[in-house]
Every structure is written in structure tokens, then in C-alpha cells.
């Protein structure tokens, strides 16, 4: 069974930057290029990559499957401050029900991809690709990145 790691890098990641990419407003010296799915083929990509990243969010939860195998190293690991396989999986494991309603999360938000792909909608595309954002992000602050310091008020 693949681990978690190799799930983000091998599944997650990618779908979710093709879903990320496939909208994009890039203003330069040669003017404003939109840049949005036009073809059918452009439209079956991202959504190739909303059902793969559903899909995913159920992997991400099956029983058995930890966060790196003995002797995988994750890719921040040996960076100051960054947690180990082995400290992300005891944080999973000690509220693996919050991790199992951030991966329901991204679900919910890969299937609002599905449902914007399927009407061909670049604004709701758009959209659901911020929210896939924080279902990700929200899920990493608690168990993928170093614990963080909060703000001291200058004295």
C-alpha cells in the first residue's frame, strides 16, 4: 500500500495543480493572457484531475495507510523545524478524525471541480480552486507543518 507521502506526491499534487493551472491571469509587457480550459480536451484534463483528487481524499483515509514508510523520508524532513514521518503520523493518529473531515473536505471540493467542469464554468473553476486550497493547507497546519509561535505584541 502506497503511503501518504507517496499518495500527496504521486496523486494529490498533481491533480490538484492541474486543477490549479487551468485557470490563470497572467499580465505581462505583451499584454493580459486568460488563460482557461477552450477545448474539450482541455475540459476532460481538469476534470480527470477533479475525480483523481476525490478519489484520492478517500486513499488518503484508508486503514493501514501511514504517512511514510520505515526508512521513507518525506521531502522537508532534515529542514529545521520540520516534523518527521514519524512525529505527522503520531499527530494523525492522535485525532485521526479531524484528518478524516479535512480529507472529506477536499472531497467535497474536488466534486464542486467535477460539478464547474461539467458546466464548463471558468468562474466557479476558479472558485472551488481556492477551496481546494484551504482544505489542503487547513489539514497541513495541523498535521504536516511545524508547529508555528504565535505573534507577540511589540513592548
Same mark, same amino acid.
Given at each position: 500500500?502506497?503511503?501518504?507521502?507517496?499518495?500527496?506526491?504521486?496523486?494529490?499534487?498533481?491533480?490538484?495543480?492541474?486543477?490549479?493551472?487551468?485557470?490563470?491571469?497572467?499580465?505581462?509587457?505583451?499584454?493580459?493572457?486568460?488563460?482557461?480550459? /477552450?477545448? =474539450?480536451? +482541455?475540459? @476532460?484534463?481538469?476534470?480527470?484531475? $477533479?475525480?483523481? #483528487?476525490?478519489? *484520492?481524499?478517500?486513499?488518503? &483515509?484508508?486503514?493501514?495507510?501511514?504517512?511514510?514508510?520505515?526508512?521513507?523520508?518525506?521531502?522537508?524532513?532534515?529542514?529545521?523545524?520540520?516534523?518527521?514521518?514519524?512525529?505527522?503520523?503520531? /499527530?494523525? =493518529?492522535? +485525532?485521526? @478524525?479531524?484528518?478524516?473531515?479535512? $480529507?472529506?473536505? #477536499?472531497?467535497? *471540493?474536488?466534486?464542486?471541480? &467535477?460539478?464547474?467542469?461539467?458546466?464548463?464554468?471558468?468562474?466557479?473553476?476558479?472558485?472551488?480552486?481556492?477551496?481546494?486550497?484551504?482544505?489542503?493547507?487547513?489539514?497541513?497546519?495541523?498535521?504536516?507543518?511545524?508547529?508555528?509561535?504565535?505573534?507577540?505584541?511589540?513592548?
Amino acid at each position: 500500500m502506497a503511503s501518504i507521502h507517496e499518495l500527496m506526491l504521486s496523486v494529490v499534487d498533481p491533480a490538484a495543480d492541474e486543477i490549479w493551472g487551468s485557470v490563470a491571469t497572467v499580465s505581462n509587457a505583451s499584454g493580459v493572457n486568460e488563460h482557461r480550459p /477552450r477545448t =474539450d480536451e +482541455d475540459w @476532460a484534463k481538469v476534470r480527470n484531475a $477533479a475525480i483523481a #483528487l476525490s478519489e *484520492a481524499a478517500n486513499l488518503l &483515509v484508508m486503514d493501514g495507510r501511514v504517512v511514510a514508510h520505515p526508512g521513507q523520508r518525506i521531502d522537508s524532513e532534515g529542514q529545521p523545524g520540520a516534523p518527521t514521518g514519524a512525529i505527522i503520523q503520531k /499527530r494523525i =493518529d492522535g +485525532d485521526r @478524525a479531524s484528518f478524516a473531515a479535512y $480529507a472529506a473536505g #477536499l472531497q467535497a *471540493a474536488s466534486m464542486e471541480a &467535477v460539478a464547474a467542469v461539467e458546466k464548463k464554468d471558468v468562474a466557479a473553476l476558479e472558485t472551488v480552486g481556492g477551496d481546494i486550497d484551504v482544505a489542503c493547507e487547513a489539514c497541513h497546519e495541523q498535521f504536516w507543518y511545524p508547529p508555528t509561535e504565535p505573534a507577540k505584541p511589540k513592548s
